[in-house]
């Protein structure tokens, strides 16, 4: 479901607030077919829920995993996804593209690696 970026913001700083972690993803860069391009954002919450999309299927069932791993471990990452049918398994991530994701994981004050709130939705419009 497409969310306009302020509002994944205003999300995430209400869930800070509220003494919740959670992880911002963002699309930095893509190669060849993908179902979004750099820009596009998806808001991970601490309970496993998803808000915004970064292209559906399969792309943001792998990107929730890793976001998943890095809100246990309170870090921040850089992670590249590749598109491209498994042989093993044909029919999932046909595209043939690559996107890179950055998963920032954001956690309340004084509860981990990067701390404090989520931009503030003014400067993040």
Not at 23 to 50: E, N, Y
Not at 91 to 119: N, Q
């Amino acid at each position: 479901m497409s969310v306009k970026p302020i509002e994944l913001f205003r999300e995430a700083q209400q869930r800070l607030r509220q003494g919740e972690p959670v992880a911002m993803t963002t699309v930095v860069a893509t190669r060849g077919s993908t179902p979004q391009k750099a820009g596009a954002r998806m808001l991970i919450l601490a309970d496993g829920s998803m808000r915004g999309t970064i292209g559906g299927g399969c792309i943001e069932a792998e990107v929730w995993a890793e976001a998943r791993k890095l809100l246990r471990g309170r870090e921040s990452g850089l992670r590249e996804f590749v598109l491209a049918d498994d042989p093993d398994h044909p029919g999932g991530d046909v595209c043939g593209g690559t996107m890179e994701v950055f998963i920032d994981v954001l956690t309340p004050s004084g509860a981990g690696a990067r701390t404090g709130s989520a931009p503030s939705p003014a400067s993040a419009a």
